[in-house]
């Protein structure tokens, strides 16, 4: 788990910049992402792929796009302090 500066840190700048570049303490298949709070901006790109079921959310965490991947959806939340619950932090 991320300490509590790290974690109150996401809580109050998620977003500010545009895009935020993720990491996670989770064990599995992603070390870094990149998230988006809908109300300040999101991509055209990354909202097309953003599941029917996921849509009436606010934050958005994808994939890194590089050449060899491009950006794929990962979860959606409602609240940003779920989000942190969940292992991700800002980079």
Do not use: C, Q
């Not at 935020?20 to 992402?33: P, R, V």
């Not at 491009?70 to 609240?79: E, R, T, V």
């Amino acid at each position: 788990m991320w300490s509590e500066e790290l974690r109150k840190m996401t809580v109050e700048h998620f977003g500010h910049f545009g895009a935020t570049i993720l990491k996670t303490d989770l064990k599995g298949e992603y070390s870094h992402a990149v998230g988006y709070d809908k109300n300040l901006y999101i991509t055209d790109r990354a909202e097309s792929i953003i599941p029917e079921a996921e849509r009436g959310r606010r934050y958005f965490i994808f994939t890194m796009d590089d050449s060899k991947n491009p950006i794929s959806f990962i979860k959606a939340y409602d609240f940003i302090e779920d989000l942190v619950e969940d292992g991700w932090a800002i980079d």
